[in-house]
C-alpha cells in the first residue's frame, strides 16, 4: 500500500498512489551520513531527521540486527521508535532484524526511498516473535539501486511543518508566528486562523510526542478544512479565532525520541508542573487568553496517536461553556461519517497534568485528546480530519456568540 506523508489532498487519495504532498520532508543530510554500521554489501545510517536506532550489526549475508532502545529508561511509554537508511552496495535483498530492549514491536514497517511517499512492507515480508515478553520483529526487504529509509511511522521533520505554515502564510490563508523556543533553540512556530479581534478563541496543539504522526495526518486535513474557501468556514474564521501549535516537541522529533523532549519529560505529562521550556509556553499562551477581559478560550483539541482511533473527553456532567460542547460536536461528527464507529472515552481527574484535565480545570473549557489509530487507513485519516473540523465548526457557530 502506498501513500503519501501529507497534505489533505494527498491523503484523501494517498493509498492509491496519488497526489504529491503540499511540503516535502526535509531532504536527508547532505553532509553525507555517519554510519550506524556498514559492510562491503549495505551500510545503515540515521544521519537524517527522526533517524533513531541504538546499534546495529550487519553478517556476512548482509543481514542486519538492529537494537531499538528508548531515549530514557523505562519506565516510558511504549512507543518504540525507529527509523533508519539502509544504501545497498550490490546486494539486492536483506533481512532486518529489530530486537527491543524495552515494550516490544509497536510500528508496522513502512519504506521510501524519497520521504514523501511511503509504502507498508507486505504482511508476508514480516514476522513478529515473542521472546521472554519482548517482541523481535524480522523485516525482510527487496532493495534496488538506490538507499530505501525504513521507519515505523512516515517522517514528519518540522522542516516539513514550517514549510507547510509559511506556504499558508504566504497564501493569506492564516497569519504565522513564532511562540518561542524548545530546549535545544528549535523555533516552535504555529498559525493564527481567522479573526485576530475574536473573542472566542480554540487552541489547536500537536506532536507532543515525538512517534505520533498519525495525530498530525489528520491535524493537516483539520486545519486547512478551517482555511477553506467555503461558506462554514468563512463564517467560523469571520467569529473565531484559532490558534494552532503543530508540532510542540521538535527536538523530540529531530531525534527520533519514542516518548521525552529532550529534558527526559514527557510533555503532556507537564501541564500544571511546567517544568519544561515547550510546556512553558503553552502556559505562557493560555494564561494571556484568560489575561485578556476581550478573550475568551472555548475548546482545546491536542491531537495523538494510540493502538485506534478514540477521543479522550471530560464527561458530559461536568459543565462547560459552551453548553455539551463536546456530546453535540461528536454527535454531529458521527452523522458526517456513516458507517465508521465514533469511540469516546469520558473522565477527568482533577489535577491532572494531561492537557485536556489541565484546561478544563483552570479554564473550565473543553478539551479533547484527538487519538488517531497507529495504523488507521491513511485515506479514512483525512477524512476524520475534514469531518471532525466540518463537525466542530458546525457546532461552534450553533450557540449565540458569547
Known amino acids: 500500500m502506498r501513500f503519501a506523508a501529507l497534505g489533505a489532498v494527498a491523503l484523501l487519495a494517498g493509498c492509491a498512489g496519488l497526489g504529491e504532498s503540499p511540503a516535502r520532508a526535509a531532504e536527508p543530510t547532505t553532509q553525507g551520513p555517519e554510519f550506524a554500521c556498514e559492510s562491503e554489501l549495505l551500510a545503515i545510517d540515521t544521519a537524517f531527521p527522526g533517524g533513531a536506532l541504538s546499534s546495529c550489526t550487519i553478517d556476512d549475508d548482509g543481514n542486519v540486527d538492529i537494537v531499538i532502545a528508548p531515549e530514557d529508561e523505562p519506565p516510558i511509554n511504549c512507543s518504540a521508535w525507529y527509523a533508519f537508511r539502509i544504501t545497498p552496495r550490490g546486494v539486492s535483498e536483506t533481512q532486518v532484524k529489530l530486537s527491543y530492549t524495552a515494550c516490544g514491536h509497536r510500528y508496522w514497517p513502512k519504506t521510501s526511498t524519497d520521504l514523501a511517499t511511503w509504502d507498508y512492507v507486505p504482511a508476508g515480508d514480516v514476522e513478529v516473535d515473542e521472546f521472554s515478553g519482548l517482541d523481535f520483529a524480522r523485516v525482510d526487504l ?80 483539520f486545519m486547512e478544512t478551517l482555511m477553506a474557501d467555503t461558506d462554514l468556514a468563512r463564517a467560523f474564521r469571520e467569529r473565531f479565532l484559532v490558534v494552532a501549535v503543530p508540532i510542540l516537541n521538535p527536538d523530540g522529533v529531530a531525534r527520533g525520541h519514542w516518548r521525552h523532549n529532550t529534558g527526559g519529560v514527557d510533555l503532556n505529562r507537564d501541564w500544571g508542573p511546567f517544568t519544561q521550556p515547550e510546556t512553558q509556553l503553552m502556559q505562557g499562551l493560555l494564561n494571556a487568553i484568560a489575561a485578556n ?24 456532567e461536568l459543565p462547560t461553556e459552551p453548553e455539551l460542547f463536546t456530546a453535540r460536536w461528536l454527535e454531529r461528527y458521527g452523522e458526517l461519517m456513516p458507517g465508521y464507529e465514533v469511540n469516546r472515552d469520558s473522565n477527568h481527574t482533577s489535577g491532572s497534568s494531561v492537557s485536556k484535565a489541565y484546561v478544563y480545570d483552570t479554564f473550565g473549557a473543553p478539551g479533547v485528546t484527538f487519538e488517531l489509530g497507529d495504523e488507521t487507513d491513511r485515506e479514512l485519516i483525512g477524512r476524520i480530519g475534514v469531518q471532525g473540523a466540518v463537525a466542530m465548526m458546525e457546532t461552534l457557530l450553533a450557540d449565540e456568540a458569547q
Open 142 to 221: 527487496q532493495l534496488g539501486d538506490e538507499p530505501v529509509f525504513v521507519a515505523g511511522q512516515e517522517i514528519l521533520p518540522q522542516e516539513t511543518y514550517d514549510a507547510w505554515m509559511l506556504g499558508k502564510a504566504q497564501a493569506g490563508q492564516a497569519q504565522r508566528f513564532v511562540l518561542g523556543n524548545s530546549a535545544e533553540g528549535r523555533a516552535i512556530g504555529g498559525l493564527a486562523i481567522g479573526n485576530t479581534g475574536a473573542r472566542e478563541l480554540v487552541v489547536l496543539v500537536g506532536r507532543q510526542h515525538p512517534p505520533e504522526v498519525t495525530g498530525a495526518l489528520a491535524m493537516f486535513p
Open 293 to 316: 477581559e476581550a478573550q475568551d478560550l472555548v475548546l482545546m483539541l491536542d491531537f495523538h496517536s494510540t493502538s485506534h482511533d478514540v477521543f479522550y473527553t471530560i464527561p458530559d
